[in-house]
């Protein structure tokens, strides 16, 4: 059932990603509006995190075995932001799944879990594009090019369950704030040509 759910919301965003994408790209790739982005999204995050703070009762869901098929679906449309330039995919899924109740933690979780069908996919497109630059000499490569990923990925995704448990994202939204202030400065007093 999980596993259908994440392909939804996938879908979900590859449907949006098309029918706006264009117009996102005419007008919103530009520096200015992925700097506005960082700042307006930084206090996006701390918002959620005060929140839960304030008000502990906000989290419903503390593990994504409790997730219901409409917990999903809300999560997903929140990871649709991330078409926005300056919203990163898995910040957007974070943030939103913690607005709609999820723990920092189970809110992690889903995201990471909502990224390996687009990676598949991803992997699957890159295999078939490049099949002509492939042999049969490549296999011990790619072998212990994917065992080498697997690993580090791993660990680092447990890493960072386990510093989510114990840090929220608010030094990350300062980060957000003092980029996109940077990049708005430079840019208005034509210290940098950001084109």
Request: hydrophobic share 60%; glycine share 8%; with cysteine.
């Amino acid at each position: 059932m999980q596993v259908w759910i994440e392909m939804l919301v996938e879908n979900l965003r590859g449907a949006l990603g098309l029918a706006f994408g264009k117009a996102i790209k005419a007008h919103l790739f530009a520096p200015i509006p992925v700097a506005c982005a960082f700042i307006v999204g930084a206090f996006v995050i701390i918002w959620a995190e005060r929140r839960q703070k304030a008000r502990p009762e906000t989290v419903r869901i503390a593990s994504i075995d409790d997730m219901r098929w409409i917990d999903a679906l809300k999560v997903g449309c929140a990871q649709a932001l991330a078409l926005v330039p300056g919203t990163s995919r898995s910040g957007a899924t974070i943030i939103g799944g913690m607005l709609f109740g999820l723990s920092r933690v189970a809110a992690t979780e889903f995201s990471f879990f909502l990224a390996i069908p687009t990676l598949f996919a991803a992997t699957i497109y890159s295999v078939w594009k490049d099949a002509s630059l492939i042999g049969a000499q490549s296999f011990p490569a790619f072998g212990l090019g994917f065992a080498a990923a697997f690993v580090s990925a791993f660990a680092c995704v447990r890493w960072l369950i386990r510093y989510v448990a114990h840090h929220d994202f608010i030094p990350f939204a300062w980060y957000r704030i003092v980029f996109g202030a940077v990049v708005l400065l430079t840019a208005y007093a034509g210290l940098v040509k950001w084109d």
